[in-house]
């Protein structure tokens, strides 16, 4: 099992950046994958952006495509998620979250393992 830990949120202005980390703990494998992921309040888990472990393909949602990127550290066992040009509309709490096996990258209900969230707030 992978303890997750996440950590940068904040409150930030419209066109603001902020920059999120997801420390893993536990056994990875180069075929892991892992996600991040968004929920508003009133509204469901939404996938943000991803990357795979060992080759570092990287996939993102279309409304976070050009502001957001993702990265990670091996060495370190983390991920990060740069946010730029931050909207109100991306306020909500953020979650990393690890798929091991199968699955789609798109899909919540595939991800083995969450962090305990980190909210971030853009005000306008």
């Known amino acids: 099992q992978v303890q997750l830990v996440e950590s940068g949120g904040g409150l930030v202005q419209a066109g603001g950046s902020l920059r999120l980390s997801c420390a893993a703990s536990?056994?990875?494998?180069?075929?892991?994958?892992m996600g991040w992921f968004r929920q508003a309040p009133g509204r469901g888990r939404e996938f943000v952006a991803a990357?795979?472990?060992?080759?570092?393909?990287?996939y993102y949602a279309y409304s976070v495509k050009g502001r957001f990127t993702i990265s990670r550290d091996n060495a370190k066992n983390t991920v990060y998620l740069q946010m730029n040009s931050l909207k109100p509309e991306d306020r909500a709490v953020y979650y990393c979250?690890?798929?091991?096996?199968?699955?789609?990258?798109?899909?919540?209900?595939?991800?083995?393992?969450w962090g305990q969230g980190t909210q971030v707030t853009v005000s306008s």
């Open positions: 536990g056994r990875t494998f180069s075929s892991s994958v």
């Open positions: 990357i795979t472990w060992g080759s570092g393909i990287i």
């Open positions: 979250a690890v798929k091991t096996y199968g699955g789609s990258i798109y899909n919540t209900e595939d991800y083995d393992s």
